[in-house]
């Protein structure tokens, strides 16, 4: 079983930034692959980001390749996400998500652990 808990969320002006963290419980966080998804109010739940066992592989949807950056510190049971210039259609909240899986996969069915969610919200 894995605990995840999200941090970070907040509010911010259009091309600012925000770092989210995902808090993982459990000794063997370095044998799973993470994941970043949001989802928009009205809108199904969308892939954001994902990160191998080892960061050695990562995957980012379209609409935030080159301004968001996912990373991973396994000393410290943790998953980033660097999030910078921010749009106003980034705001939804994010979900950090584990896969008893060290490689990394896109599509949301693939991930066995959910965090609450922390909101982000991008002004214009």
């Known amino acids: 079983q894995v605990q995840l808990v999200e941090s970070g969320g907040g509010l911010v002006q259009a091309g600012g930034s925000l770092k989210l963290s995902c808090a993982a419980s459990g000794r063997t966080f370095s044998s799973y692959a993470m994941g970043w998804f949001r989802q928009a109010p009205g809108k199904e739940r969308e892939f954001v980001a994902s990160?191998?066992?080892?960061?050695?592989?990562?995957y980012y949807a379209d609409s935030v390749k080159g301004r968001f950056t996912i990373s991973r510190h396994n000393a410290k049971n943790t998953v980033y996400l660097q999030m910078n210039s921010l749009k106003p259609e980034d705001t939804a909240v994010y979900y950090c998500a584990a896969r008893s899986d060290p490689w990394a996969v896109i599509s949301a069915v693939g991930y066995d652990y959910w965090g609450q969610g922390t909101q982000v919200t991008v002004s214009s």
């Open positions: 990160i191998s066992w080892n960061g050695g592989v990562t």
